[in-house]
C-alpha cells in the first residue's frame, strides 16, 4: 500500500510559479514511477507529466512542455512538479499518482496508476 498526499496548491496569477508536492508513504517510493494528473471542473481527468522510478525518464504532455518541470527525490520519498508561466486554463485539481516499476513504466495513461492521491487545487487568476 501507498499513500500520496499533494500540497503546494494555492491562487496565483497568471504567468506566475508553483512547486507542486508529492509526499508517499508505505513501500518504497524508489519502487515506483510517479504521474501528475489534473482536472479542470466539467472536464476528464488529463495527464500532465510523468517520471520514471529513477527519474531518467520524463513525458510531458503538450500543453505544459516547456512549462513544467516533474522531478522526485527518492531520498525524501517526494515527487515535485514545477509550474513556472500559469495560465488560466492551467486552473484544475492536480493528482500525483504512482505505479509499480515492476509493472510497467509510467505514462499518460490514468489506468495504469495503482495509487492516486487526494489532489491539492490550483487556481490560477488571469
Known amino acids: 500500500q501507498v499513500v500520496l498526499v499533494e500540497s503546494g496548491g494555492g491562487l496565483v496569477q497568471a504567468g506566475g510559479s508553483l512547486r507542486l508536492s508529492c509526499a508517499s508513504s508505505?513501500?518504497?517510493?524508489?519502487?515506483?514511477?510517479m504521474g501528475w494528473f489534473r482536472q479542470a471542473p466539467g472536464k476528464d481527468r488529463e495527464f500532465v507529466a510523468s517520471i520514471s522510478w529513477s527519474g531518467g525518464t520524463t513525458y510531458y504532455a503538450d500543453s505544459v512542455k516547456g512549462r513544467f518541470t516533474i522531478s522526485r527525490d527518492n531520498a525524501k520519498d517526494t515527487g515535485y512538479l514545477q509550474m513556472n508561466s500559469l495560465k488560466a486554463e492551467d486552473t484544475a485539481v492536480y493528482y500525483c499518482?504512482?505505479?509499480?516499476?515492476?509493472?510497467?513504466?509510467?505514462?499518460?495513461?490514468?489506468?495504469?496508476?495503482?495509487?492516486w492521491g487526494q489532489g491539492t487545487q490550483v487556481t490560477v487568476s488571469s
Open positions: 499518482a504512482a505505479v509499480s516499476a515492476a509493472k510497467r513504466s509510467p505514462g499518460p495513461a490514468a489506468a495504469i496508476y495503482d495509487y
Open positions: 508505505g513501500r518504497t517510493f524508489s519502487s515506483y514511477g
